[in-house]
């Protein structure tokens, strides 16, 4: 059922009609102008710190979009989130400096959006290994089993193991000219930015027709109730499997369009620091919501920025925002009122309004 708020008159009529992108003139209008400033205001007229900074939202836009699955949509709360964006990262470039790749794929360029499709494959499959123990269990559990997928995944495996491969150390650097998508050589930030913007495009698109799908409202309905969810039939363990492995795959894609924007990958930047600044991004924007992750994403960014002179306090003023936020607005700047934060502090707000009159009875 639609949310979008409308004037009074006759509307969706059909179930087409009633699950239009754009359902008014003025919704059309909006997105056009939206547009025209992504593809042509920002490209044309931003020096290049400040599309240096839009690539940077864009790429923790597309890593939040996977916590929002899992958080927004289904309830399962990760920190761990930083480890699949790793696997993606080092999938996609190990792909690109090491594999033996025909000279016609090269040549076309069809050698790294291979390497993308792969990278988010490997993603999502590795994740299984940490989403089938956490299908079973919720709360602080399933945010230690996130946790393990972290130290397990970076610290051990990938620092220790996979970085060494080639004896380039710890980092891993891409020459210039080795990314190219058909007849697009990837070698300038402009161009890194359109990149990872139409990634951005095909994840919201993909994302929210998925959530309209049968997969989608049992995610849902699992966020909502899980013991009413299993009650009607819903298998919650592999749905939630589902969930975490789907969340890892766009994680893979973030991770496969992280290299491109550094031009190097080291573990040191997939830390567990980066789980948690993606999912103050989700907390802040909004749960519930594919807009949610946007906003958020833009905010701490634009933070980011503006508390450079004092970085060493960064950390310490997301928590406190984040605090602040669960508080007074816990669904998140634009997230959905039902969100699974706001619920709780309804439940508890109800609990304290009949204290008194239970003791006056």
Not at 201 to 214: F, K, P
Not at 237 to 261: H, S
Not at 319 to 329: C, E, K, S, Y
Request: some cysteine; overall charge positive; hydrophobic content about 55%.
């Amino acid at each position: 059922m639609s949310t979008t708020f409308l004037p009074c008159g006759v509307y969706h009529q059909t179930y087409a009609q009633d699950h239009a992108w754009w359902q008014t003139p003025f919704i059309k209008a909006k997105m056009l102008a939206l547009a025209l400033i992504l593809f042509v205001v920002i490209p044309m007229f931003a020096d290049m710190y400040w599309i240096s900074v839009c690539n940077q939202i864009g790429y923790t836009i597309l890593g939040s979009l996977g916590v929002q699955l899992l958080i927004g949509f289904c309830g399962q709360l990760t920190l761990g989130h930083a480890a699949f964006i790793a696997v993606g990262a080092y999938t996609s470039t190990l792909l690109i400096l090491e594999f033996p790749w025909p000279t016609f794929m090269i040549d076309w360029g069809i050698a790294y959006p291979v390497s993308i499709l792969v990278a988010a494959v490997v993603s999502g499959l590795w994740s299984v290994l940490f989403g089938l123990p956490s299908a079973r269990v919720k709360g602080f559990y399933l945010i230690l089993s996130t946790m393990a997928a972290q130290f397990i995944t970076v610290d051990f495996i990938i620092t220790q193991y996979v970085s060494q491969i080639g004896g380039r150390g710890q980092a891993f650097s891409l020459p210039p000219g080795t990314i190219k998508m058909g007849p697009w050589v990837i070698d300038s930030d402009v161009k890194v930015y359109y990149m990872i913007l139409f990634f951005i495009i095909v994840c919201v698109t993909v994302m929210a027709n998925l959530l309209r799908s049968r997969v989608g409202r049992a995610w849902v309905a699992i966020r909502e109730d899980e013991a009413a969810a299993q009650s009607l039939g819903v298998e919650t363990a592999r749905y939630k499997a589902m969930n975490f492995m789907y969340g890892a795959f766009w994680a893979g894609v973030a991770g496969a369009a992280f290299a491109p924007y550094f031009k190097f990958i080291s573990p040191d930047m997939f830390s567990l620091d980066e789980g948690f600044n993606i999912l103050s991004m989700v907390i802040i924007g909004g749960q519930g919501t594919l807009v949610g992750p946007v906003v958020g994403a833009v905010i701490v960014n634009f933070l980011t920025e503006v508390l450079r002179p004092v970085s060493e306090y960064r950390m310490v003023i997301y928590a406190l925002l984040i605090i602040g936020m669960m508080w007074v607005r816990p669904q998140g700047l634009v997230g959905a009122s039902n969100s699974i934060l706001a619920e709780k502090k309804a439940g508890l707000w109800r609990r304290k309004a009949r204290r008194p009159a239970a003791k006056g009875a």
